[in-house]
């Protein structure tokens, strides 16, 4: 895997939100940390430890400085930053550009410069940046370019990561602003209606992610199985591991950042293998990060918006194909060869391998027609030979 500078692959790691909300304190972290750390998630990539909203008091004290809850994190944020840097793992917070956190806890309005210092005093390698409580008629656009150079210029790498929602046309200005990662969509649920219309709203925008500034399509809620202690995220809550596993590769190809966001404590077998599946990683990982395109299966009057292929080109000229069927109903899918950019007339063959049963899929030429079950997948990489 070829890394490059902060924030030139999308970001992996873990976030407290989606389980736990308010719910954080310094010991699950650390537990949290040392499971990354000792439990192979580390080895295949995971690397930020992100605490989300409501870890701070809900005043600024008399100097104007964010203060950590003492009662959650007694030990302070310097001191949870060094425990999980002995992990040989990255440490992420978080703050909002408004007056406020979503949850009413300060915002960094009118205080960016002084909360990135403070930031990297800590020792802080990750700010995730929310949009709640913005001042109305103040620019977001503007917020994020101020908090992005805050960043840049307050002594330590710090990766950004911008959580607007999606709002404001965020694809056209986000990646001049500096930010490595920008949220392109309302919050994500633990259910399978959330992970289809997340995947589907972003399939046209595929053409704006790319190296140091990727479209966050939210935190993966593989694993979860309804456990949220928010209603919202828990909302018809749970998945199965099939609607999971195909979560988890939409978001592997269209080049998310990959932040768990289960209680990996109780993360099952299957939900582990999902989550440490190298070669998914591998296509989400690969150096040229390129947004994937679709295909819409022939025959053209068989198509819904629920069943298509993606394609992700690598670096090294093999093609990541994923067969996406997201109806409720069994289907085949079928593709023409020439839809890659591959003629009968070149004799070319692609030799595929299955990444998800990690064994030889086959040679074929001119076509491959496949039968997927509902909400499953089927992801190939294929080699020109
Ligand atoms: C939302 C954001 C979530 C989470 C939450 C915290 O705006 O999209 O991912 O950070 O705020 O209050």
């Known amino acids: 895997m070829m890394k490059s500078g902060m924030g030139f692959l999308p970001p992996m790691g873990w976030?407290?939100?989606?389980?736990?909300?308010?719910?954080?304190?310094?010991?699950l972290v650390k537990n949290i940390a040392d499971?990354?750390?000792?439990?192979?998630?580390?080895?295949?990539?995971?690397?930020?430890?992100?605490?989300?909203?409501?870890?701070?008091?809900r005043e600024r004290d008399a100097h104007g400085c964010l203060v950590a809850d003492p009662a959650k994190f007694p030990s302070g944020m310097k001191a949870l930053a060094d425990y999980i840097h002995s992990k040989g793992l990255k440490f992420g917070?978080?703050?909002c550009a408004g007056t406020h956190t979503c949850a009413g806890f300060p915002g960094s309005f009118e205080h960016e410069f002084s909360d990135a210092a403070q930031l990297a005093e800590w020792e802080v390698d990750y700010l995730k940046y929310d949009y709640c409580f913005k001042p109305r008629n103040m620019d977001g656009e503007?917020?994020?370019?101020?908090?992005?150079?805050?960043?840049?210029?307050?002594?330590?790498?710090?990766?950004?990561?911008?959580?607007?929602?999606?709002?404001d046309g965020v694809h056209d200005w986000i990646r001049s602003s500096g930010a490595h990662m920008y949220r392109s969509?309302?919050?994500?649920?633990?259910?399978?209606?959330?992970?289809k219309n997340i995947a589907i709203s972003q399939i046209e925008k595929s053409a704006y992610t790319g190296n140091y500034c990727h479209n966050d399509m939210d935190m993966l809620v593989v694993g979860m199985f309804g456990g949220s202690n928010n209603d919202f995220i828990g909302k018809i809550g749970g998945c199965t591991h099939t609607e999971y596993k195909t979560h988890f590769s939409l978001w592997c190809l269209m080049g998310s950042p990959l932040m768990i966001g289960c209680d990996l404590r109780k993360a099952d077998e299957e939900t582990e293998k999902i989550l440490?599946?190298?070669?998914?990683?591998?296509?989400?990982?690969?150096?040229?990060?390129?947004?994937?395109?679709?295909?819409?299966?022939?025959?053209?009057?068989?198509?819904?918006?629920?069943?298509?292929?993606?394609?992700?080109v690598l670096q090294n000229g093999e093609l990541a194909v994923g067969f996406f069927n997201l109806s409720d109903d069994r289907r085949e899918i079928s593709l023409q060869f020439w839809d890659l950019g591959i003629s009968y007339a070149s004799g070319r063959k692609l030799s595929f391998y299955d990444c998800w049963e990690d064994k030889d899929?086959?040679?074929?030429q001119e076509r491959l027609a496949v039968t997927v079950d509902a909400h499953d997948c089927l992801i190939l990489r294929g080699k020109l030979v």
Request: with cysteine.
């Open 35 to 57: 499971i990354i750390a000792e439990k192979g998630y580390k080895d295949v990539g995971y690397e930020y430890i992100v605490i989300d909203d409501c870890w701070s008091l």
């Open 185 to 195: 969509t309302g919050d994500i649920q633990d259910n399978w209606g959330s992970i």
């Open 142 to 167: 503007l917020l994020y370019r101020r908090m992005s150079l805050a960043l840049k210029n307050c002594g330590r790498d710090i990766l950004f990561s911008a959580c607007n929602w999606g709002a």
């Open 361 to 364: 899929f086959g040679t074929y």
């Open 276 to 312: 440490k599946n190298p070669r998914l990683i591998e296509i989400n990982q690969d150096a040229e990060a390129r947004g994937c395109y679709r295909v819409k299966p022939e025959p053209q009057w068989f198509q819904t918006n629920e069943v298509f292929i993606l394609v992700k």
């Open 15 to 27: 976030n407290s939100w989606n389980t736990f909300t308010w719910d954080i304190n310094e010991d």
């Open 93 to 95: 917070m978080y703050s």
